[in-house]
């Protein structure tokens, strides 16, 4: 038998078990699904340091290339300097701008990292508090006029480039159902930004999901949870689909806080002002992921189909009225000859054209589509931080004795990858 | 030559109540005005003969109670009727009403959602204790959260105290409800989309954003704020409209000693070595007092009347990418007879409360989305009320004075404002609440139609922004108007700011200008 059992459909999941094993515990992990050999989003370095692995992280470069109406492309290196070059090219005026918009946004993007390593502050927390003072004047004044702004206010505070405010301002949507005009989108913006050197909104990827897998310590076996048996208020272990159950005083779940506590949980263990609350996470799904497999690689990493601001907010209108894009947004980043690519607003499992991106593509000889909300909560501003996903989940715990969360939905979550299943990790080892 | 403490630049509501305050402490105090009354944007006016109207703002909410008996505004003839119900008419000729009587509304709720009437009270409860929770932060002078002056650390420590002594529970529903849209915070308490709508609509106004976009289920709030003589969630009217708000501040500064001149347009603040040493009037006369107030709006008081060459550059390009984007038209009628709404065809109690053209989200965000791209909403958001209805003396007898809030007629309208784009907006307004009032064509007597651009050029409101600047989350508290100078202080020393543009800024509130001179005299006893 296991002190903990862990439901994994993802890397966090994972690195939790592997960190509670550290810890001397006995983990058992039920992966719900197999991981992909990418891994997306950032890996704070204290979660590989933790695990004692040398992560392979790639970077693509350019990180953003946006077609020009008239031809061309403006492309966003990892290195600034090439970035600028790019610029002038569109527009003297930006390509002046970029270096210090970099910087300035690089600063805030440093807060966030550290905070994303550790459990959320809490709102009235002194030391974050003070934390945020020693970002100096002009970081606190560019953190609290930044943080609750639309990303077109911030872009179009610095830039003239349609085409460069419509691809930053669709990667700070991306999977959210809300515009660029929407406030708190620039948020997202850093989000995206932290783990990356200055200048690069884009978050990196690696092979943390290889790793983990090939990793020995915990019991791993594939399998699907069908119920988290709980007795007294505290849990006594997992049921698998086939029946079998797996018993364990700590359950450790990655999947989703509505799957998890109103699915898996027989209803009334948890009160039931928690369960309407968690009911109302915001999970809407928001685009459609496709993975292109073609017949040799493109000539690009990484393609944004977004021309301007207006457009992308218009391709948010429809998804208000429960309908999908007319002209979806598109972002689609290569490795080798496969393809991800995100079509972005679509809010149910209707099928999505690639016509705006056959012009950039060869022959595909092979797709696959998913629907869904990778975040399990959308990163919006209620829903981060000590907020996420619902204040009386923040710090990992729920209600039940000796079940965890430690999935996407958690802090930092959302593309941060492990680090939600780190935290949640320590929080157990410290409790 | 006369010398005066204070020279407030402004008559608008804000600008008299820091006069009479300044004035009540014995400041020598003159306020200029521009046009020939006061009032501002809180105005009443004969537009048409007999037909009296609050032409720009038209109710009393947010009118703070401290203000209203600190400067005795009763006695200076200020008399609130109370608006005691909403009536939101249906696309299906069905309607819903709220009213103010606790059982009567839950019936009319039940009619549409049982599950929302009951929801409906534990939703006031918890929107009340917010309400409570905030509203001693509107008397607070925002510290600088960058400073090191020990008497603003001093400050910041016990705002942050007076947040730390709150119920956790209650600081996340909070910063749920500055974060959140209207739409996504309501469809966590409600289903009847009429419901979601009228309540959303509260949300939008005088902003540039939709029931769906973040940010605005703050505004629900203010719902729950408005006070007046210490009871809670009335609404009301001045009687004579809201210029007798002015004008009964007017009387309070003018029996306190304040002079106020009217016809008497400001072009220029005196700056020499870096301080405010008086005003020039448009016809050149120069005033001379120890320092100056400015009511008007940020942009008009700093890259107007003080130029950008006296400013730092930080703070010039605060003030420069500071928003307005007015998106509010305002429609006041003349009728011959009252309108008969289809849903309730009969005249009754609920022509003298709030008729609200908003039967559900959807209807508010497509009227958003035109204005979003520029245009006037075609099927726009309507607050409507019929002040005669209340105060017989706004009309002759039988007939009546109807002022509509129109939402959205976005300032930046595609192709600009023209005569025929405001015949456009009125006919768009009349022929939408038509549908719902069939004999409204036939009762209009006299029409006026005012739009943002009228707004600015009429009152000065930069951009026809009612509140002086969009109230956003990053243009409110430390940040209004601009980081650093959210004190009512500005760069240039003597030179003082009482506007809306200032914390806590909108609504016809009075709270800044009484923050303002409370500012003034801490630092010039």
Partial sequence: ?431 | MKRYDAIIVGGGHNGLACAAYLARAGRKVLVLERRERVGGAAFSDEVFPGFRFSVFSYVVSLLRPEIIRELELPRHGLQILPLESTLTPLENGDYLAQWSDHDQNRRELARHSPRDAEAYDEFGLLLHRMARAVKPLLRVTPPDPASLDPRQLLELLSLGQYFRGLPEKDLHALWKLLTMSAADYLDEWFESEALKGTKSASGIIGTLLGPRSPGTAYVLLHHYMGELDGVFRAWGFAKGGNGSVSAAMAASAQAHGAEIRTQAAVSQVIIKSGKATGVVLENGEEIHGAYVVSGADPRRTFLGLVGEKHLPDDFAASIKRYRFRGSSAKVNLALGELPRFTCMPEPGPHLRGAISISPSVDYLERAYDDAKYGEISKRPYMDIVIPSMLDPSMAPPGKHVMSIFVQYAPYHLNGGWSDARREELGDTVIDTLAQYAPNLKGAILHRQVITPADIERIVGLAEGNIFQGELSLQQMFFLRPAPAWSRYRTPIRHLYQCGSGTHPGGGVMGASGRNAALAILGDRP
């Fill in chain 1, 1 to 431: 038998m296991s002190d903990v059992v862990v439901i994994s459909g993802g890397v966090d999941g994972l690195v939790a078990g592997y960190l509670l094993a550290g810890g001397g515990r006995r983990v058992t992990v039920v992966l719900e699904q197999d991981l992909p050999a990418g891994t997306p989003g950032w890996v704070p370095p204290p979660v590989a340091r933790k695990l004692g692995i040398e992560l392979t992280v790639r970077r693509p470069d350019p990180w953003l290339r946006a077609p020009l109406p008239g031809g061309g492309a403006l492309e966003l290196w990892q290195d600034m300097q090439r970035s600028v070059e790019s610029l002038r090219r569109i527009s003297p005026h930006d390509a002046g701008k970029w270096p210090e918009f970099s910087e300035r946004m690089a600063r805030l993007g440093a807060l966030l990292e550290r905070i994303y390593v550790g459990p959320p502050p809490s709102l009235v927390d002194t030391s974050f508090a003070l934390r945020v003072r020693r970002l100096g004047r002009r970081g606190m004044e560019d953190l609290m006029r930044t943080l609750p702004m639309p990303a077109a206010e911030l872009l179009d505070d610095w830039f003239e480039s349609d085409v460069l405010k419509g691809a930053l301002g669709a990667l700070a949507v991306a999977d959210l159902q809300q515009g660029v005009r929407s406030a708190g989108t620039a948020f997202r913006l850093l989000h995206f930004h932290a783990g990356s050197p200055p200048g690069v909104f884009r978050a990196p990827s690696s092979n943390l999901g290889v790793l983990l897998r090939g990793r020995s310590g915990v019991t791993v076996r594939s399998g699907k949870a069908a119920r988290i048996a709980v007795s007294a208020g505290r849990v006594t272990g997992v049921i698998l689909d086939g029946g079998e159950e797996l018993a364990a005083g700590t359950v450790v779940s990655d999947a989703a806080p509505g799957r998890t506590l109103l699915d898996l949980v027989e209803p009334g263990w948890l009160d039931p002002d928690l369960a309407r609350a968690v009911g109302h996470i915001r999970s809407r799904p928001v685009a459609a992921r496709m993975r292109l497999e073609l017949e040799r690689a493109p000539e690009w990493p990484t393609l944004t189909l977004a021309p301007s601001l207006d457009y992308v907010e218009r391709a948010y209108d429809a998804v208000k009225y429960r309908r999908a894009s007319a002209q979806p947004v598109i972002d689609a980043v290569a490795d080798g000859a496969a393809v991800d690519v995100v079509v972005q607003y679509v809010p149910d499992e209707t099928a999505v054209s690639l016509a705006p991106l056959e012009p950039h593509l060869p022959l595909i000889t092979r797709q696959t589509v998913q629907y869904g909300q990778p975040h399990q909560a959308e990163l919006a501003l209620d829903q981060a931080l000590w907020m996420r996903p619902l204040p009386e989940l923040a710090r990992y715990r729920t209600p039940i004795g000796g079940l965890w969360l430690c999935g996407q939905a958690m802090h930092p979550g959302a593309s941060v990858a492990g680090a939600s299943g780190y935290n949640c990790a320590r929080a157990i080892l410290r409790a």
